[in-house]
């Protein structure tokens, strides 16, 4: 087997974490690779995936599509996207998994949530 073709089969083999917002395969930015080469990270972004989904599956009070839930997640992304360090990303993770779930809930029940504490 020469270098190339062990290169390759390391490539298949080597396992991304796993990132429930977006496909790993197709990361594009720095900071989208660094969240699936980082099992931390991965771990964390498939929390607030869950978290977010759970969320906007609640009655927030503000529009059939909460409205204020969504922009501040397009604020955060754009904000998580300017990290250049994976410190900036896990302490930027770890407080948006926490505030999305701190949203009120006007009508029923409030969407089960993970911690950033839970996150290992």
């Known amino acids: 087997m020469n ?5 390759v089969a390391l490539l298949v083999v080597t396992p991304l974490a796993h990132a429930t917002s977006f496909d790993c395969h197709k990361a ?5 690779k660094r969240i699936c080469s980082s099992p931390l990270l991965g771990k964390l972004d498939d929390a607030l995936a869950d978290d977010y989904r759970g969320m906007l599956a609640t009655d927030l009070g503000d529009g059939p599509d909460n409205k204020s839930l969504n922009k501040e997640q397009r604020a955060w992304i754009a904000q ?17 998994v926490d505030d ?17 504490s839970d996150v290992l």
């Open 80 to 96: 998580r996207n300017k990290c250049a360090t994976e410190k900036c990303l896990v302490d930027l993770y770890r407080k948006r």
């Open 100 to 116: 999305v779930c701190d949203a009120p809930v006007v009508r029923g029940v409030h969407a089960a949530c993970v911690q950033s």
């Open 28 to 32: 594009s930015t720095l900071v989208e």
């Open 3 to 7: 270098y190339r073709h062990l290169l």
